[in-house]
């Protein structure tokens, strides 16, 4: 719990809790302790909108009432980049006037198949081409410039770099995403990639935790079932994440995989081993944890989406990932919301989860500031010249 009424406070050192007095008012911890539960259950999600190229009725009704903590874009809600700027002021507008907490405003621009940049944009290269070359320096440069122009339009927030050791050549839905085969270049280019979109003011999110790299099956529709021990997973599949936590990761995307011999129980996103023991007690990443989108049947074969969204908060997720689906999203806020009324879930576990993505957006300056028109023939010609490079 954290009280500003006296000096004591919860603080997390090595992942435990514990009460200790400071000298001033924690800006964070105020604005937690003026919220109410709707707005912080609220901060918990990521939701996609069914809109398209607009926000409709439904859409502003969870800023408005479900106060979520932000959007994810899909290739539905992107046409040109006029259409896109204007469409992140009309959600940071509404925003502003109805919520005291800016969006996370996100989406999977990895370059090459996962592009969601406007198609007047000319394409940046696939990650498995950038591997080839093997060049830190050119996979920052490529990185750097893609998040310029993300930033540009609005975005805060990229799912990439894809940190998965591409070890199966089965593997469809991975594929030319990943770097390389080898961990060691596929942590040493994911890093400059995350540092690359950093440098402008981008979150960097590292996935598919805990490595989507040795499946065949493609997640989206099936579990993939792995039977690898924890030696083999944390010498290769884990190694690039174990890397880019080092360096400073601020986020990390975990996937519906399934390890039957490390946890034979629990879907990886509901699982306490590999979100706590792994993730936060080994590899001691203190950044946000998200989910891959909950509607993805390798999940929800196995799980209705508001349980799963329960079990992935009480396993140790931060941020729920909900792509699409108006009712989705509504009936899962609403099951989290009961959890806590009902004594399933404590207000405090909300508010640690809180303290970390208010702590995040404060970092990267998160803002409803609008943003102006970009000159998408500028960019073109970065892009060109970076390409020419190689």
């Known amino acids: 719990m954290f009280t500003l009424g006296s000096c004591s406070y919860y603080y997390k050192k090595d992942e435990t809790y514990i009460s200790v007095k400071v000298s001033e008012p924690d800006e964070i911890l105020e604005r937690i302790n003026a919220m109410s539960l709707d707005e912080k259950i609220g901060q918990l999600f990521i939701v996609g909108f069914d809109g398209g190229s607009y926000l409709t009725q439904e859409d502003i009704s969870l800023i408005r009432d479900y106060k979520v903590s932000g959007f994810i874009f899909f290739r539905r809600n992107i046409q040109t980049s006029d259409q896109v700027v204007k469409l992140i002021n009309e959600i940071k507008s509404v925003n502003n006037a109805e919520c005291t907490v800016p969006m996370f405003l996100s989406l999977d621009q ?120 924890y030696e083999r997973v944390k010498g290769v599949e884990i190694y690039p994440f174990k890397m880019a936590i080092e ?65 992935a908060f009480k396993a140790g997720v931060d941020v729920l990932l909900i792509g699409s689906g108006y009712q989705n999203i509504v009936e899962s806020i609403n099951y989290i919301k009961q959890s806590v009324l009902n004594g399933k879930i404590q207000e405090f576990e909300i508010d640690r989860k809180l303290y970390n993505i208010l702590r995040i ?18 960019f073109n010609d970065k892009i060109r010249s970076l390409i020419d490079k190689n």
């Open 247 to 311: 360096n400073g990761i601020d986020s990390i995307l975990v996937s519906h995989l399934f390890y039957k011999n490390i946890d034979p129980e629990n879907i990886v996103t509901l699982s306490k081993v590999f979100l706590y023991d792994i993730l936060r007690k080994d590899l001691k990443f203190r950044g946000l944890v998200i989910t891959d989108d909950m509607i993805m049947k390798g999940l929800t074969n196995h799980i209705s989406i508001p349980e799963a969204c329960f079990e």
């Open 110 to 229: 990895e370059g090459g198949t996962v592009t969601r940049l406007p198609d007047e944009i000319i394409k940046f290269n696939r990650a498995h081409d950038i591997g080839k070359l093997n060049d830190e320096n050119y996979a920052y440069d490529v990185a750097k410039l893609m998040g310029e122009i993300i930033h540009s339009l609005g975005f805060n927030m990229n799912f990439a770099p894809v940190l998965d050791v591409y070890t199966n050549s089965e593997n469809m839905v991975i594929g030319s995403r990943s770097f390389s085969s080898d961990k060691e270049v596929v942590a040493k280019l994911g890093i400059a990639t995350m540092n690359g979109l950093k440098d402008n003011g981008i979150i960097a999110v590292g996935k598919h935790y805990p490595g989507h790299g040795d499946t065949k099956e493609d997640s989206h529709y099936e579990l993939p079932v792995l039977d690898h021990d």
């Open 361 to 378: 957006k404060q970092k990267y300056n998160v803002n409803n500031d609008s943003v102006s028109r970009i000159n998408v023939n500028e």
